[in-house]
C-alpha cells in the first residue's frame, strides 16, 4: 500500500494519481480544485441548491454532499471527469439522457468529462429525481 504524503489516504499504486482532499468543508474544497474547474464546481453547487433548497450542504466520504433525510446527491472532482453521486435509481432512470450528453456511468456513479458541455438541466432533474424518491420513502 502507497500513503499520499499530503492527504494520508492509501492507495494499491505507488503515487496513485488522485485529489487529495484535506477539507471537511465545502467551500475549502473547491477552493483548493484545480483552478481550471473551480468555476464548474461551483455552477454544480448552484445548480444541486438551485434543484434543493431545503437539502443540507455536508462533506461526506471526501465529497460536497447534499443531504436531505439521507444523500440526495454527491459530486467530486477528478482528473478527467466530474464525478457525480446521485444513486443507482436514478443513474437508471437517466440512462437514456446520460448516455445523449456524453457521460459514463456505473451502479450510482456518473463520470462526466471535463471537455464536454456540462448538463446543468440534467443535474438539476436528477437532484429533483432525487428529492421525489426520498418524499416516496417517508
Partial sequence: M???PKCNREFSNTNQSHYCVTSDNIN??????????????????????AAA???????SWKMPT???GKNLIQFAVHKNHLGLYPGPDAVEAFADRLTAA?????????????A???PYDLISEITRYNIDAT????
Wanted: overall charge negative; proline content about 5%.
Fill in 66 to 68: 447534499f443531504w436531505q
Fill in 53 to 59: 433548497p431545503e437539502a443540507e450542504e455536508r462533506m
Fill in 116 to 118: 464536454v458541455s456540462m
Fill in 102 to 114: 456524453g457521460t459514463t456511468f456505473s451502479k450510482g456513479a456518473i463520470q462526466i468529462p471535463w
Fill in 135 to 138: 418524499k416516496k420513502d417517508e
Fill in 28 to 49: 475549502e474544497y473547491i477552493n483548493n480544485a484545480p483552478e481550471e474547474h473551480r468555476e464548474t464546481l461551483l455552477r454544480v453547487r448552484e445548480t444541486i441548491r
Fill in 2 to 4: 502507497w500513503k499520499c
